[in-house]
Nanobody, 123 residues
Framework: QVQLVESGGGLVQPGGSLRLSCVAS????????MSWFRQAPGKQRELVAD???????NYGDSVKGRFTISRDNFKNAAYLQMNSLKPEDTAAYYC?????????????????WGQGTQVTVSS
């Protein structure tokens, strides 16, 4: 079974840092883009950052200069280094990956979501 598992969330004071990890497991043939999204209560899910298989990156305007996305293709993992955190960064953070997998004997290309990890920025 293919799945994405996030970790690294928690409670941090304003100005602090956290590093989120996302690891894909299962019968993975290849991973194209990997992304982080976030969703705060009462708000729509928004793109935080994404990274292609060639490590080209893109960031949401609200996190540019503070967050850094990276990936390790050998580990099927993506990371989000979050610095200078603000209370408005409080949200559930979700990993998203566009993957080619082998499931039930078939090659499939589709998107997968992780279960989310909570980040709370508060003093």
């Amino acid at each position: 079974q293919v799945q994405l598992v996030e970790s690294g969330g928690g409670l941090v004071q304003p100005g602090g840092s956290l590093r989120l990890s996302c690891v894909a497991s299962g019968s993975i043939i290849g991973i194209n883009s990997m992304s982080w999204f976030r969703q705060a209560p009462g708000k729509q899910r928004e793109l935080v950052a994404d990274i292609t298989s060639g490590s080209s990156t893109n960031y949401g305007d609200s996190v540019k200069g503070r967050f850094t996305i990276s990936r390790d293709n050998f580990k099927n993992a993506a990371y989000l280094q979050m610095n200078s955190l603000k209370p408005e960064d409080t949200a559930a953070y979700y990993c998203y990956a566009d993957m080619t997998t082998l499931e039930l004997g078939e090659v499939r290309s589709r998107a997968y979501w992780g279960q989310g990890t909570q980040v709370t920025v508060s003093s």
